[in-house]
């Protein structure tokens, strides 16, 4: 088999599309070959900034193959036809006619003859670059060609000679045997006949063609950052790079010769909060923060793409100067800020535009405070299931952060630095003398409910989350098909989440009234949507029944708990008690039973029984058996126990019964000639159903 290799040199590819762009161009040439018959292996394929590379070996030849090409029905138009034969070059009487599902085809066997594979690399190569898609193209110079950034060499070469991919129509370019190296460090022509003898080539080009390798570098060169500033470490403490899969994965697409330097940052700087550090950093300059122990460390780490003869001097200097300027510009925010109370930035909220239906963010922060009120005397009155641990004075702390909340959006830093929403806000709450709960909330109501601190900040992410599907659906801006423009349905689960994992068992559909009756006294609020509690209530619970479904609950029993109506937590934990036990033999056998009864019942309502018609033993033992059934759940309701543990107990004391229900159906025929008993045995399954449907409804829709 021989080396084929090719190499497209591009312009700075952007670092987000590269491992998705030379995916894409290795599948599309690999299809290639299997389309055309080529036999290949040994498949490699490398992307750097300015680089899509693949490699393989091939076969030199594709061997004789035949292959059949269904064409058009035999009645179909004769232009249709010709068309058909011309584009395979065979005459209509080299072809065979066969029936498919009724109706005659026209069929072509085409013979291909042996021939080179090199005869066929060019073509394909030129398809592959002509169809590579991209999220974004342009076009430059006068060409229509367009591509991600400009094409400005292609390497191709199979068996050590060059493949001729012939673009001169669209961008004035052709292949050729060689490519370019590192464009500071050694722009010059490199030579190459296959993928080893490239990639050690380039490498001496000062490019490290393999992003995985410079992934590595990077990686090594972290991992020892403490050797190369001992000198002007303050301490003995080693520091950690504090490196993010998704950074780490952009500065590898940023660099073709990765070169690892350390920075500092002025001690000045570091008084500010470490969020702001970091996000300049990270963010704005794609540098690593580094660590000491948990504390953030005055040093940074960033990867420049050559060496230089002062060993990076000038490089650092030149990076630390960029960061300082940013940390200066902060510093001056954060200072300027501290200066104005965060309350004070309510009257600035009343700029900042929410919806123009929905007012502004100060108008939507009143309602959150009132969403908040509702959700705490939820969860604050008394329940049996699921008590939240709550103080006497957290109804003040909860309605306190929400009415701060979003003040630190009219802050300077926060508008230069739009990620530190909340960060920011908690910040200057507690520099301002607010407590570390209020704080907390403030922090956290932008975070995944797995993160949340306290039941406070999940209360209070529940009311902004409630708030906006309800004032959202108001206007007509629900969810449709799968365009949810505002994260609807990812908010819906977040409050089915919250209430699951700190078990409130709230009346949610109360709460969303009041939310939309709060919503109705806003003036800039007309033309709503009467219907709207309705419907966030259905959409909710849509969303649980998806939630169930991806914990495993089967659908029968998700269909069976939603169709009778009751809040979020015991919806769920029924749904998971009754999954569980109709997954066990013995409740498969009693969902049989309670359906055959239900068949032989077939509609009649009657539940009289008269127990002097009892002729056999099977009779007597089950209705005494029903009169226990309605005995026992009578004394469960007395006992006043949490609604879940009663639904538990029901179902149990209901499996007790399935041998005297079988022992029932075994030997007693309900369908007696005799039309007296044979009433007072359907009377008697009726009555049965009658206990089971008014006790444990959810059952009875199966």
């Excluded at 026209?106 to 898609?133: C, M, Q, W, Y």
């Excluded at 300082?324 to 004070?344: G, W």
């Amino acid at each position: 088999m021989s080396n084929f290799l090719v190499e497209l040199l591009i312009e700075e590819i952007p670092a987000r599309f590269q491992l998705t762009a030379i995916k894409n161009f290795s599948d599309i040439i690999v299809n290639e070959f299997e389309k055309n018959k080529i036999c290949y292996e040994n498949i490699k394929s490398y992307v750097t900034p300015r680089r899509l590379v693949f490699s393989a070996k091939l076969h030199d030849t594709i061997a004789e193959f035949s292959e059949e090409k269904k064409g058009p029905q035999i009645s179909a138009p004769s232009e249709v036809i010709e068309k058909f034969l011309k584009s395979i070059g065979i005459s209509r009487e080299a072809c065979v006619e066969r029936i498919v599902n009724n109706k005659t085809f026209i069929f072509a066997n085409i013979k291909h003859e042996k021939r080179n594979v090199a005869d066929s690399l060019g073509e394909i190569v030129k398809t592959a670059i002509l169809s590579l898609p991209w999220p974004k193209s342009m076009h430059w110079g006068e060409h229509s060609f367009s591509f991600v950034r400009p094409l400005r060499n292609i390497m191709c070469v199979f068996n050590g000679k060059v493949i001729d991919v012939d673009m001169r129509a669209e961008i004035n370019l052709r292949s050729v045997d060689y490519t370019f190296g590192h464009r500071f460090m050694a722009n010059r022509k490199v030579f190459a006949k296959d993928i080893n003898e490239y990639l050690k080539n380039m490498k001496d080009a000062f490019v490290i063609a393999d992003q995985n390798e410079r992934r590595q570098i990077i990686l090594d060169k972290c991992a020892d950052i403490n050797e190369e500033i001992e000198k002007s470490k303050t301490n003995s403490e080693k520091i950690n790079v504090l490196i993010t899969e998704d950074l780490l994965e952009e500065v590898v697409g940023l660099v073709e010769y990765p070169v690892v330097i350390t920075g500092k940052i002025s001690e000045k700087f570091m008084r500010l909060p470490e969020e702001v550090i970091i996000t300049t950093m990270r963010t704005h300059q794609r540098y690593f923060p580094t660590m000491i122990g948990r504390k953030l460390a005055p040093y940074f780490v960033f990867v420049a793409n050559n060496i230089t003869d002062d060993n990076g001097k000038a490089i650092r200097a030149g990076n630390e100067r960029v960061l300082s300027a940013r940390l200066a510009d902060a510093l001056f925010f954060f200072e300027n800020d501290l200066t104005i109370p965060l309350e004070r930035h309510l009257d600035d909220l009343k700029k900042i535009a929410f919806n123009e239906k929905l007012g502004t963010i100060y108008d939507r922060t009143l309602r959150i405070v009132d969403v908040c009120g509702y959700l705490y005397n939820e969860v604050s009155r008394e329940n049996t299931c699921g008590q939240l641990m709550l103080s006497k004075n957290s109804g003040e702390i909860l309605k306190r952060a929400a009415l701060l909340a979003k003040c630190d959006l009219a802050t300077n830093l926060v508008c230069e630095f739009t990620e530190l929403q909340g960060i920011m806000g908690a910040h200057y709450a507690r520099c301002q003398g607010e407590s570390e709960e209020v704080c907390y909330i403030i922090r956290d109501q932008y975070k995944p409910i797995d993160e949340l601190y306290s039941p406070l900040c999940a209360l209070y992410s529940m009311a902004d989350k409630i708030d906006v599907i309800v004032g959202l659906f108001a206007i007509g801006k629900m969810p449709t098909g799968s365009k949810d423009p505002f994260a609807l349905r990812r908010a819906a689960i977040g409050i089915i989440k919250i209430i699951m994992k700190y078990e409130m068992n709230i009346d949610l559909y109360s709460v969303l009234q009041k939310t939309f009756e709060r919503l109705k006294q806003d003036t800039k609020t007309a033309d709503l949507d009467p219907c709207t509690v309705g419907n966030v209530m259905a959409f909710i619970l849509d969303r649980l029944r998806v939630v169930l479904k991806d914990s495993g609950i089967d659908h029968d029993v998700i269909n069976a708990v939603l169709a009778v109506p009751q809040d979020i937590q015991s919806m769920q934990k029924k749904a998971k008690i009754l999954d569980s036990i109709l997954k066990s033999e013995l409740g498969k056998q009693i969902i049989s039973i309670y359906k055959r009864a239900r068949n032989i019942v077939n509609g009649n309502s009657g539940t009289f029984v008269d127990d002097t018609l009892f002729s056999q033993e099977e009779e007597k033992k089950f209705f005494a058996e029903i009169k226990k059934l309605e005995e026992d759940f009578r004394k469960l309701k007395n006992d006043n126990l949490c609604v879940i543990d009663e639904f538990e107990l029901k179902l149990t004391r209901c499996l007790q019964m399935e041998n005297t229900i079988s022992e029932f159906f075994t030997n007693v025929l309900v369908n007696t000639d005799d039309a007296t008993i044979k009433v007072n045995r359907i009377g008697l399954l009726a009555k049965f159903l009658s206990v089971i449907n008014n006790e444990l409804p959810e059952i009875s829709r199966f």
